[in-house]
């Protein structure tokens, strides 16, 4: 599995004008290449035409020439497909005659024109510029460093420079991804209202400050934009950066427990299908800002990402009738649905925690569908030793959404889990971190 990753770069004011030099002056060079040659697309060949006369006459060392050529051809192939291709729709204008590269569209850097040996040891990177090699100092957060031992970094990667005018290393990280662990369980998980996720063992996740948090970016969100001055549309990007940050947080830590618990567990992950997510009731327009409020696509692609990491199964369920089934009797009823949080069966008169309930529901269709699929043998997970080591090399990097634990909900006593795993523990113990 690929994982991409990007690294911020620390740069002095020296390094950042040194960059900026070398993407205006290697752009403009691609640009240069592509007029003169628009319709060469093997590299090897526009190598052979180009690269003598260009290494006399640029200020760019000869491998970022190299580099140029390739993306050249590249960008030529690309455009001659597009050109050749009926099913694009006729632009109004001609295309243009050739491929061109804006001033700071992002560098491709190979092996030799970045050396990231000292990536881990010194969390510094040594990067070729036009004004010589920059040693430049990496932010290296737990998660890209949980990934970056996880793996290896798949060919080069690319420079880009962000609105902010930050720069940033993109890289691709191949990881080994860890074989399927015989599920005994499954561990069904419902994405709700009330709660961001709440799990057919009885475990919530909503923590009071989250909560708080978001609210409180929506009223600041919301007295900005009634302001509509230009500082405040300044201010209210800035609030948006920080509130996708802080989703981003919050479901890296989330996914991260309930993968940890599926596979302490030996669980698979049953999760509703993706349309279910948003578009399966109506919710009134109070709790509509909670709901559509979080990125629930995300906190998905993050559960399932970390469980192939870790060899957990994750089953895909579909979403109709999770929340009106009543998990005791069966009995399918709209009317078992009162209100957004209670769940009230009609037949048999079973109650509890709606989100609950439909996390009951999801668990026992994903029991269905695994019982149909034949598992493979049992494996360790292999990425468990590289995590451990990501943990030691960076001890004290601690973010503030690690203090968000998995709380039981209320209400929710009996536990179905215990039927058909003995070994049941409970959660907060598995999923401290
Ligand atoms: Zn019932």
Same mark, same amino acid.
């Given at each position: 599995m690929q994982i991409s990753v990007r690294l911020?770069? +620390?740069?002095?004011?020296?390094?950042? *004008?040194?960059?900026?030099?070398?993407? /205006?002056?290697f752009n403009a060079l691609c640009t240069d290449i592509a007029r003169n040659h628009p319709d060469a697309t093997n590299a090897f060949s526009l190598h052979s035409l180009v690269y003598r006369e260009v290494v006399a006459t640029s200020p760019l060392s000869s491998q970022f020439v190299i580099r140029a050529i390739a993306r050249v051809a590249g960008a030529n192939k690309t455009r001659k497909t597009q050109l050749s291709s009926k099913k694009l729709p006729k632009k109004k204008h001609r295309p243009a005659a050739h491929c061109s590269f804006a001033r700071f569209s992002a560098v491709p850097y190979d092996a030799r024109l970045l050396n990231m040996s000292s990536l881990l040891s010194g969390e510094t990177v040594s990067i070729a510029s036009l004004r010589g090699r920059q040693k430049i100092k990496v932010c290296l957060d737990r998660r890209n460093l949980d990934v970056l031992l996880s793996g290896k970094i798949a060919g080069g990667a690319l420079l880009v420079r962000s609105r902010r *005018?930050?720069?940033?290393? =993109?890289?691709?990280?191949?990881?080994?991804? =860890?074989?399927?662990? $015989?599920?005994?369980?499954?561990?069904?998980?419902?994405?709700?209202?009330? +709660?961001?996720?709440?799990c057919s063992d009885g475990t919530a996740f909503l923590s009071d400050h989250v909560d708080k948090r978001r609210q409180r970016y929506a009223r600041a969100r919301k007295s900005l934009q009634e302001k509509g001055t230009r500082s405040a549309k300044r201010r209210l990007k800035k609030i948006g950066d920080r509130e996708r940050k802080f989703r981003r947080d919050v479901n890296h830590c989330i996914s991260k427990q309930i993968v940890a618990h599926a596979e302490g567990t030996k669980?698979?992950?049953?999760? *509703?299908?993706?349309?279910?997510? +948003?578009a /399966? =009731?109506?919710? @009134?327009?109070? *709790? @509509?800002?909670? /709901?559509?409020?979080?990125?629930?696509?995300?906190? @998905?692609?993050?559960?399932? !990402?970390?469980?192939?990491?870790?060899?957990?199964?994750?089953?895909?369920?579909?979403?109709? !009738?999770?929340?009106?089934?009543?998990?005791?009797?069966? $009995?399918?009823?709209?009317? +078992? @649905?009162?209100?957004?949080?209670?769940?009230?069966?009609w037949s048999c008169g079973y109650e509890g925690n709606a989100d609950y309930v439909a996390s009951l529901n999801i668990r026992a269709l994903g029991i269905k569908i695994l019982e149909s699929i034949p598992q493979p043998a049992r494996s360790a997970g292999l990425l468990l030793g590289a995590r451990q080591c990501a943990r030691n090399v960076a001890p004290s990097v601690e973010t503030m959404t690690d203090n968000i634990k998995g709380t039981p909900l209320k209400g929710t006593d009996s536990n179905p889990h215990e039927s058909v795993s003995g070994s049941y523990k409970p959660v907060t113990s598995v999923m401290g971190n």
């Open positions: 911020k770069l +620390n740069t002095t004011k020296e390094q950042s *004008e040194a960059l900026i030099d070398t993407m /205006r002056v *005018e930050d720069f940033f290393l =993109a890289l691709v990280v191949d990881i080994p991804e =860890a074989e399927s662990i $015989h599920a005994a369980d499954v561990l069904g998980i419902d994405m709700g209202v009330v +709660n961001i996720v709440v669980s698979a992950i049953a999760l *509703e299908d993706l349309l279910g997510i +948003n /399966r =009731a109506t919710v @009134r327009k109070k *709790e @509509r800002a909670r /709901r559509f409020g979080w990125s629930f696509a995300q906190l @998905r692609f993050f559960i399932e !990402y970390k469980a192939k990491l870790h060899g957990v199964d994750v089953i895909a369920v579909p979403p109709a !009738y999770t929340s009106q089934t009543c998990p005791e009797c069966g $009995h399918v009823d709209k009317k +078992n @649905r009162p209100s957004q949080d209670t769940f009230t069966c």
